[in-house]
Each structure stands twice: as C-alpha cells, then as structure tokens.
C-alpha cells in the first residue's frame, strides 16, 4: 500500500486540513444533489492509499475542488474487473463523472472558490517585497501608497475565495502588512491623517490574520506618527504597546526595535534615565537576534545601524549632540548602501547633531550630501521637514556666517 502524496501536496497548496477538505467535499455533493459521503476515515484511506479509485461521485467533486484530473491527485484507475461491473455500467459511470466534472468546471462560484492557494500567496508577497524595496530606496509618495492599497485590496479578494482557513489568515497577514505599508509612506510623506486611518485599518486585519510582527509594525508606526505630531505622551504610549505584543518574547529584534522607538519617547519627554535605560536594553536585544531567523521583509530596515540611527535622535532630544554625532557616524559606517532613504535622513540627522555643537561648516556640508544621495529623487516630506529643521536652526544659530548663507542661496528652493 503506496500512500497518496500528490494528494497531500495539493491540500497544502489550498491550505486545506483533512476535516476543512471533508466539509467542502460534501458541501459540493449537497450542491449536485447528492449525499455527503465523504468522512475524515474516506480522506485518510485516500491518503493512505487504501482506497486508490474514489467512487464517481467523489471523484467528480475531488475534481472540482482541485481543477485538477484525478489521475493528478494521485488516485489510480484500477484495471478492469468484469465480474464486479459490465461494460454498459461502467460507460453509465463514466457519462456521469465527465458530466459531472464538466459542470462543475464551468460553475463560476466553484471556479472562483477553488484557485487560491499558496502560489497565490507568493504572488501577493512578491508584490509586497517589490513595494518595500522602492521604498527603500525613495521613501514614501502617493504612488506607492495607491499600490500597497491596491494590493491589500486584492489579498482581500482573494480571501474570500482561500480554500482553507490558513491561506484566509496568511492573505489577512499580507493585506495587513500591505496596509500598514500604505500608512508608512503616507507617513514618510507627511500625510498624517491618511497615515492614521490605514493604522486602524491594518491593526484589524493583523487580529484577523493573527499577525503579531505586522501588529508589532503597526505600533512602531503609531510611535513615529504621534513623535511627528509631537503628541510625545501618546508616541511613548505607541512605544510601550509595541513591547507588550508577544512576537517581543519570542524574537529579540522585534523587542530591540520596541525598546528603541520607546527610548525616543522618554526622550522626547526630556526623561534622561529611562531613555538611555531603553536604549541599553534595545542594544541587549539585538545581541541576541538571530540572523537566519525568517522575517517580513518591512524589517528588513532594522539591525545595529538603524539602531544607531535611532540612538543619534534620542541623543540628539536629550541635548547630548556629541553623543547623536557619534552614533549617526556609527550608523553610516554600517548601513547597507541599498537602503539609500535611511542613509540620507541619517545624513540629515547628523548634519543636526554638528550644527547643535556650533560646527557650521561640517553640519552644512552634511546637510548637502543629503541631496547628493537622494540623486534625482525627490526629498519625501519627511525629509524636507528635516532638512527644514536644519535651515531654521541654521540661521538662529549663525544667521550672518558666510557659509550659512551660502547654503541657504543654494538649497532653498531644492528642499522647499
């Protein structure tokens, strides 16, 4: 007895467990007006390969469900057994399995219902990682905002056609990662308002898809929003749920970056000791992540230069801006020249932490190999507002200092 792995397969491709297999094998018979005949012992003797040739009626709903021919789901036709069937009855069955598996092949609710599985999944994952990498590379804009939507809107299609619960709960995942990927850009591109509602909307499809890193993301954004907003009280808040999500336990980079969006909101709060407590612990974290671990790939971002990078903004906050230009060193010393957005904004941070130390020339040079990097991309507006930062603290620092005025002649009209 040879067990029946095609059949296997090709539940797991429909995400399909034995009993969700047994109900809609059934629910189809229902349908064509006949008995539910099928039973967990029916599957397992498939899978067994006990049984090796279904009854008619089953193989046609097998058929239907899979779109496949049976001989591909790994059944076998048995050899021809006169005393058991005359050649009239077995011309009757096979009228009735091809008529049946005709018109279930052509119903379009079944056509529909039967196509999403784990290739389907794949697809709409390609889509997501397609869409982060441009981001990476260009920060937020509209247009990138419309496409993650749009394709958290086809995971949604799709699941509502997923043949097993756990194809539902990844394409859930995916629209909500999709979605929060949409509220990222809007938030890169100063669009608060429209980052705030696909928050809300993302942190209910992570629930539904039981998605704790996409839920995790969905509080760091909150923390960044609120931190922009400069509603500090609530940022520490967004912080603190971030570290409550349980994939914190489980993964130290997820509590790593939890911890250092925290310490931002101590230290927006000018609350020195708990800042720098945070950031002691999101370095500890991140000693111990394991780098071969899989991840969406949003946090890709995340490792000892983004931590750094972090680490120079609180710094910076709590008026160590020695200490923020030492880490914005060390983060551009190790960030990975792919993420050209983070080394720009990094760029832009230390161009900061140098002005707020009285280092006029060095903080403006910085502040122009921000727009060297960016190349011809336009600045994401949260970028511009950064770079604005620096203008305006430029010339309250130094308003009659040649080289302020200089670099205010040449970039004024490029970053506004």
Known sequence: MTENAALQQHMDELGLTQGELVRKLND??????????????????WKTGKTR???????AALCALFRRPIEDLGFIRPDAHPSRTT??????????????????LTAPAVASRTMVGSSDVQ????????????????????????AALGA?????????????????SRLFALASDLTATAAWTALDSRQFGRAEQHLERALTLAGKGGDK??????????????????NYADALAAGQAALRVGITRRDPMYASLAHARTAIGHAALGDRQAALRSLGYAGDALTKTASDEPRPSWIAFYGPAELQSLTAIAQDLLGRHAESEGASHQALAMLHPHFRRNRALVTARLALAQLHQGEIEAGCASAERVFTLMG?????????SLIGDFHRDLFTTA??????????????????
């Not at 890193?213 to 400069?230: C, F, G, H």
């Not at 011809?376 to 511009?384: E, F, I, N, Y």
């Open 152 to 168: 958290a809107r086809r995971a949604l299609g799709l699941q509502r056609s997923a043949a097993g619960q756990r194809v539902r």
């Open 399 to 416: 308003p009659d200092v040649s080289t302020a005025k200089a670099w205010g002649d040449r970039y004024r009209t490029e970053w506004s």
């Open 123 to 146: 697809t709409v994952r390609r889509e997501l990682d397609r869409i982060n990498a441009l981001d990476d590379q260009r920060g937020g804009n509209q247009t990138l905002e419309e």
């Open 87 to 104: 050649p009239e009855q077995d011309d009757v069955n096979r009228r009735t399995f091809m008529a049946s598996t005709a018109a279930a």
């Open 213 to 230: 890193a996409t839920e995790l993301r969905v509080w760091n954004s909150m923390s960044m929003l609120a931190y922009q907003r400069k």
């Open 376 to 384: 011809d991309s336009p600045l994401p507006a949260r970028m511009r």
């Open 28 to 45: 189809w018979l229902v349908e064509h007006g006949h008995a539910g005949t099928v039973s967990d012992r029916t599957v397992r003797y």
């Open 53 to 59: 040739w279904p009854h008619t009626r089953q193989r």
